[in-house]
């Protein structure tokens, strides 16, 4: 019987011809991130060796990456503490993948693998974070996992007892409509599947739709994926994937390519023609309260933010830069725009898109985390309503249980923007 990708790269990590939907296995781990809670990780590993006598040493030093990203700059001293433990557990353990809040290196974990190479197709990679399954969009088994589980990978180099998944294959066929993006496909994904549509499964992207998407857009469907409930989204590696790994993220060394079987087993198939989608928003507080646009246009806006490690790509700038040259943000609404990386801030400067956000009244913050989660930056009031290319509307998202959050593309946010409501891109004249 054929195995669908996610099958064969899990037979591939533990040595086996086969893997089967329900197996549990314990399969190699290629990489290990984790971000500031990566002290809670010291802790547990520390525990694991106290009584043994033995140094507690990672298994391999150049499979962990550790990024500060949550809290950059540091907003606490409880927070410059946990960051300092991690920079001195770093030294001690020889750990090179290390991203410190900088100006060359820093940015959101989930944009610092791919662009830097870490992330390779077959890989097997795991991150204290529910977003990491935004690497499979380079073929990678990623996954989030907690502080406990990360310090046994720490320490042994493999993940324990991996249920293998069962996989919905998600065809996509046609071109997508001008103003229309692949957020937009992945948050219609999500309202026809459900929060819990795809609960302990993947999700497997194919089609022609897929196959002429670049990378960026990739990473945002893989990214969403985890809020259908999905314990991994993976685009199979093919051309782009190689493309983006040899021109944008640098990497020379030799990559293996493979797919799904051709007579592989799905749990089902959901088809979706492209050409159909119109931008989706959406609606408080749940990821799958998903609407077209029409049936939430002119809701009036306290807040824009256009970032994070779903849409804070160079393209997602250039989209909203395209919008918003030459305009203003409405007085009545605070735009934030966060850059995934600083290796994306700087290449928007140099080709005049931070210019024209910022002229236009946006608030460019440091690439990190901060207006997605509003731990410290872009809190939102009570009763306020914000709009955002972020990937979660959960309620006390933005740092208050009485705001809204409503979610959106790139396009959106910024044709919203000039208006302060809810606006059609595809409106704006």
């Not at 996989?167 to 996509?172: A, G, R």
């Not at 990559?255 to 989608?277: R, S």
Request: glycine share 10%; proline share 5%.
């Amino acid at each position: 019987m054929g195995m669908t990708y996610a099958q064969k790269l899990l037979a591939k990590a533990t040595g086996q011809p086969q893997a089967a939907v329900g197996d549990v296995l314990e399969p190699e781990v290629n990489l290990a991130m984790s971000h500031e809670n990566g002290a809670l990780v010291i802790n547990q590993f520390n525990e694991i060796y106290e009584g043994t006598g033995r140094e507690a040493k990672v298994w391999d030093p150049s499979r962990i990456a550790i990024i500060f990203d949550h809290r950059v700059p540091a907003e606490s001293s409880k927070t410059a503490g946990n960051q300092k433990k991690i920079r001195e557990f770093v030294g001690k353990q020889g750990i090179k993948k290390f991203h410190d809040i900088r100006g060359d290196i820093g940015g959101i974990c989930h944009q610092i693998l791919p662009e830097n190479g870490y992330v390779r197709p077959g890989f097997v990679l795991v991150g204290t974070d529910s977003h990491t399954t935004t690497h499979g969009a380079l073929g990678a088994f990623s996954f989030g996992v907690g502080a406990t589980e990360m310090a046994s990978v720490w320490a042994l180099g493999r993940i324990l007892n991996v249920e293998v998944p069962a996989t919905i294959k998600v065809v996509v066929n046609g071109k997508l409509p001008a103003h229309v993006y692949a957020k937009d496909l992945i948050l219609y994904v999500i309202g026809r599947l459900t929060a819990q549509g795809a609960n302990y499964k993947v999700l497997e992207f194919h089609g022609d739709t897929i196959r002429n998407m670049p990378t960026s857009g990739r990473l945002v469907l893989c990214n969403m994926s985890v809020e259908a409930g999905a314990t991994s989204g993976l685009v199979p590696p093919d051309e782009e994937t190689l493309r983006y790994l040899r021109e944008e993220a640098g990497v020379k060394e030799k990559v293996e390519i493979f797919g799904p079987d051709a007579d592989a087993v799905y749990d089902h198939v959901l088809e979706i023609d492209a050409a159909k989608l119109e931008p989706q928003i959406a609606c408080p507080h749940t990821v799958d309260n998903v609407k077209p646009i029409g049936e939430v246009k002119g809701k009036k806006l306290n807040q824009i933010v256009i970032g994070s490690c779903t849409n804070g790509r160079l393209d997602d700038l250039e989209v909203a830069a395209r919008i918003l040259k030459g305009r203003r943000v409405a007085d009545s609404t605070r735009m934030l725009v966060f850059p995934a990386s600083w290796r994306i801030y700087h290449k928007a400067t140099d080709l005049g898109y931070i210019q024209d956000l910022s002229r236009a009244g946006a608030v460019v913050c440091n690439p990190g985390c901060g207006p997605c989660l509003g731990i410290h930056q872009g809190a939102l009031a009570d009763n306020e309503v914000a709009l955002a290319t972020t990937n979660r509307n959960f309620k006390g998202r933005m740092g208050n249980p009485k705001a809204e959050v409503y979610l959106c593309s790139p396009a959106v946010a910024a044709a919203s923007a000039i208006s302060g409501t809810i606006t059609d891109p595809r409106e704006v004249k």
